[in-house]
């Protein structure tokens, strides 16, 4: 039986053989079509999963409907989509996590795009710098912070955006505050700096305090270097930390040749074991004491001394011992 | 946990990811839960790159040996 007759029974016998070929013809037209659209789509997916499009020759048309591509790579999909509304979640998460860290850190941040304009700051930048101001976000920064027309001279930003890395400037002073600045980078994934973070840790106080400390050394090196007695302290080990200008004149050292020494090298034999044992004792919880030794100066003289001894101790164990010593007074 | 083994070698891209594809969807929930580990033996050196790539988007761990004329890609739940 012809193809012809076989289309004009299932129309039902009415027809002719033409007209059952035309409709063959019509039929195969649209599945050529509709094979046509599904290897487009099928080849779009392909390329969409990152791999090679499908060849004609690989897999036959009915090869492929029974392999079922479009439906793989929608399960696929399902997967992809799933796995990154986890991830939005995570990274939800994980911004919530930094915003609070970021609103409650005691330092001031500032973000600024690359043309210097403030994009955001925390609670503490603003009650640093812009406590005065209102919204300051657009505004370049040295505008805002530096009230310039251009950026200063040691700008971090500009140090950033000129080395391309992560740079620390300290003591940044700002209305008679100190501040350490440290400036990052930000980059997109062509590598270009579209933000800068900018970090400032007011270090005002410890500034003071070590200034305090500065001058306060200063001011007992002085009183210690014109006092009469010989003044000597030392670190656990033995090592030499300090000797007054009255020690060094005794035993006829340079100051920078006391770093070369240890106690038992300017001790007198006959009284050097008794003499490190006591200093054993006070730093072994003993912290103070009186002290009577002979010491040796640099050309061999015997130099009988006395005085005091004590230990200094930090979180509970000793780190320094002091001497302060006399020439030993005939009884 | 259950080692599955696919050897596609001969097999050349698309083809070796459409398979790769098809059974990490077949044993998701397996995978996911970390009940099964997923073994491809391929010798075409592309889908060393699309089948890795396609399971990261997907959420699962992957790696990539080298053995004597072919690869072992391992498909396994993610962190």
């Known amino acids: ?331 | 946990m259950k080692l599955m083994e696919f050897d596609i070698r001969g097999q050349i891209c698309p083809s070796t990811l459409l398979i790769a594809l098809k059974e990490m969807n077949l044993h998701r929930d397996a995978l996911r839960s970390g009940e099964v580990q997923l073994a491809f033996k391929t010798d075409n050196r592309d889908a060393t790159i699309t089948i890795p790539d396609a399971a990261a988007n997907m959420g699962y761990g992957v790696s990539v040996e080298k053995e004597e004329g072919y690869y072992v890609i391992v498909i396994e739940a993610g962190q």
């Not at chain 1, 911004?95 to 403030?118: C, F, N």
């Not at chain 1, 034999?269 to 006591?278: E, G, I, Q, V, Y």
């Open chain 1, 1 to 331: 039986m012809s193809i012809g007759k076989k289309i004009k029974d299932l129309l039902g016998g009415e027809g002719d053989d033409d007209t059952a070929r035309r409709e063959l013809e019509k039929l195969a037209a649209s599945e050529r079509a509709a094979f046509t659209y599904i290897r487009r789509k099928v080849n779009q997916l392909l390329t969409i999963m990152g791999t090679l499009p499908l060849r004609p020759e690989e897999l036959s048309d009915q090869t492929l409907l029974e392999l079922d591509p479009i439906g793989i790579i929608a399960d696929s999909f399902e997967q992809v989509l799933e796995h990154l509304n986890e991830t939005n979640e995570k990274l939800r998460f994980a911004e919530e996590e930094l915003q609070a860290i970021i609103a409650t850190a005691g330092v001031g941040i500032i973000v600024v795009d690359s043309k210097m304009r403030i994009q955001a700051f925390n609670l503490k930048a603003k009650e640093l710098f812009f406590r005065a101001s209102s919204d300051v976000r657009g505004k370049p920064c040295h505008v805002a912070l530096c009230g310039s027309d251009s950026p200063p001279p040691e700008c971090t930003f500009e140090k950033v955006m000129a080395t391309r890395i992560g740079i620390q400037l300290t003591n940044w002073v700002y209305n008679e505050r100190h501040y350490d600045v440290a400036g990052t980078p930000i980059k997109n994934k062509y590598g270009d700096i579209t933000k800068v973070v900018l970090i400032y840790t007011d270090i005002t106080d410890r500034k003071r305090t070590e200034d305090t400390l500065r001058g306060n050394e200063e001011m007992y090196r002085t009183i210690f270097d014109n006092a009469s007695d010989l003044i000597l302290s030392l670190a656990p080990d033995g090592s030499f930390r300090y000797a007054n200008q009255a020690w060094c004149r005794a035993l006829g050292y340079r100051r920078e040749e006391m770093g070369d020494l240890a106690l038992p090298d300017l001790i007198h034999p006959d009284h050097r074991d008794a003499s490190l044992a006591f200093v054993e004792r006070v730093l072994a919880g003993k912290k103070n004491g009186r002290f009577a030794t002979v010491f040796l100066s640099k050309r061999g003289e015997a130099l009988p001394l006395e005085g005091h001894v004590s230990c200094s101790l930090v979180n509970d164990s000793p780190s320094l011992v002091c001497f302060i010593l006399h020439p030993r007074r005939d009884p």
